[in-house]
T-cell receptor
Framework: SQTIHQWPATLVQPVGSPLSLECTVE??????LYWYRQAAGRGLQLLFY??????ISSEVPQNLSASRPQDRQFILSSKKLLLSDSGFYLC???????????FGDGTRLSIL | SQQGEEDPQALSIQEGENATMNCSYK?????LQWYRQNSGRGLVHLIL???NEREKHSGRLRVTLDTSKKSSSLLITASRAADTASYFC???????????WGAGTKLIIKP
């Protein structure tokens, strides 16, 4: 069966520090991969999606970037975090874009 | 921009009662999906209904879709405390690669 791992679960970082969040999927090949951010009590904001290795589409211009160095690995990065980067970050995968998405347990990011 | 809009934003009912949540969307769709999110966790896919379907059931869940009104409803029958969560609808819209998400309905089941 397919599983998705996302880590860390919680992260506290100072303003201006770098960020690296990692997500890996097991049990499937060539998945679509997604990074979302969710503000408290709100819906999902799509940040990046990827349909293949090295293929990244950005939905929101900001100081975040994403990479897909391997088929089932998706990384969210920042060189310098802002206070506004605080939030709940979710990684997800799907077989195709219109099909159900399967989510990791998220990373709670707090910027001090 | 968000295509799906759920209402109500919040719903509080007694255990055992039925809970109904609604979702409206703006553009034509191929399918509409419902997800549940427990507090502090990732979303879990509940049910997918295609544009040529009008109703779908899964256990205590019943989803209806009215493409003429661009709306869907999620009914949870005989609610339980464990149903307390936020519920989101998502549509595919014009995109082949992403879903468009609503802001969610927060459901609280009182014991």
């Amino acid at each position: 069966s397919q599983t998705i791992h996302q880590w860390p679960a919680t992260l506290v970082q100072p303003v201006g520090s770098p960020l690296s969040l990692e997500c890996t999927v097991e049990g499937t090949s060539n998945p679509n991969l997604y990074w979302y951010r969710q503000a408290a009590g709100r819906g999902l904001q799509l940040l990046f999606y990827s349909v293949g290795i090295g293929q990244i589409s950005s939905e929101v211009p900001q100081n975040l970037s994403a990479s897909r160095p391997q088929d089932r690995q998706f990384i969210l990065s920042s060189k310098k975090l802002l206070l506004s980067d605080s939030g709940f970050y979710l990684c997800a995968w799907s077989v195709e874009g219109r099909e159900p998405q399967h989510f990791g347990d998220g990373t709670r990011l707090s910027i001090l | 921009s968000q295509q799906g809009e759920e209402d109500p934003q919040a719903l509080s009912i007694q255990e055992g009662e039925n809970a109904t949540m609604n979702c409206s969307y703006k553009t034509s769709i191929n399918n509409l999906q419902w997800y549940r999110q427990n507090s502090g966790r990732g979303l879990v896919h509940l049910i997918l209904i295609r544009s040529n379907e009008r109703e779908k059931h899964s256990g205590r869940l019943r989803v209806t879709l009215d493409t003429s009104k661009k709306s869907s409803s999620l009914l949870i029958t005989a609610s339980r405390a464990a149903d307390t969560a936020s519920y989101f609808c998502a549509t595919d819209g014009d995109s082949n690669y992403q879903l468009i998400w609503g802001a969610g309905t927060k459901l609280i089941i009182k014991p």
